[in-house]
């Protein structure tokens, strides 16, 4: 059989052997496919902000140059409809930090559960590599398996680093566009997300673990250091 279970039958007749070998060969599809889709779902809500605060960007782009454009040769006077713009602008981002708000509300505890099961099992591959170290086929398994638990751990480690890196970007993005040439209520209001910038949007494993490549950096070391320890 694929995996060794105990059935309360006797599964080496051949029609017993195979029915039992095609269910688990089917079951491990589906936890594949779960697990797979678990993992890029919040991988996907996570670039998801990252792509928002990118339109955000463009978005604040196109509209001082357009304005500057349109405001060039004559005295600069706001209109309600350039109000109505920075208004837009203002509360586009306000909605960016409410939606990761969200997302991480939601996803804490599920991230939290999900990386206390995979560094669980990291730490039982890294014993189980110590005992198979001299023995290649288990050792082959083994690693394996164990690069599969770091690939799901740096999945969330790089794509919440990414939103933290890109959400404090904003304000130099911000800084980068000529605001000299606004009146002085809009320079006040591109001020104020500048200031919101400076609090960088974090996704956290129920608010003990910030994810970041940092963090990741030492899941590796504490792996690392486990795996020397147990193979003195």
């Known amino acids: 059989l694929p995996n060794r279970v105990w059935l309360p039958w006797d599964s080496n007749t051949p029609m017993v052997f195979w029915f039992i070998s095609i269910q688990q060969i089917i079951n491990t599809l ?18 998801q902000t990252c ?11 196109k509209l001082i140059i357009n304005k500057t454009i349109r405001d060039l040769g004559r005295k600069l006077l706001t209109s309600n409809k350039d109000e109505m713009e ?8 306000l909605i960016i930090y409410k939606y990761a708000k969200t997302v991480n509300t939601i996803y804490n505890q599920v991230i939290f559960f999900q990386f206390f099961e995979s560094i669980l099992v990291l730490c ?10 001299n023995e290649l086929f288990a050792l082959a398994n083994f690693l394996g398996y164990t690069l599969c638990m770091f ?29 000299p040439l606004l009146p002085v209520n809009e320079q006040k209001n591109l001020l104020l997300i500048m200031m919101r910038t400076t609090i960088p949007i974090t996704f956290t494993s129920s608010f003990l673990i910030t994810l970041s ?8 070391k504490a792996s690392y250091s486990a795996f020397n320890v147990l193979t003195q």
């Open 151 to 179: 690939l799901q751990i740096y999945i969330y480690c790089w794509s919440a680093n990414e939103v933290i890196l890109k959400s404090t970007s904003v304000g130099d993005a911000i800084y980068c566009t000529d605001w």
């Open 213 to 220: 490549l940092e963090s990741y950096g030492s899941i590796l």
């Open 124 to 133: 039982t591959c890294i014993y189980y590599l110590t005992m198979y170290i």
């Open 51 to 61: 792509a928002q605060l990118e339109i955000f960007e463009s978005r604040l782009h």
């Open 86 to 93: 920075i208004s837009k602008i203002v509360r586009h981002h």
């Open 30 to 47: 589906f936890a594949c496919y779960i697990d797979v889709g678990m993992d890029t779902l919040i991988f996907g809500l996570f670039l």
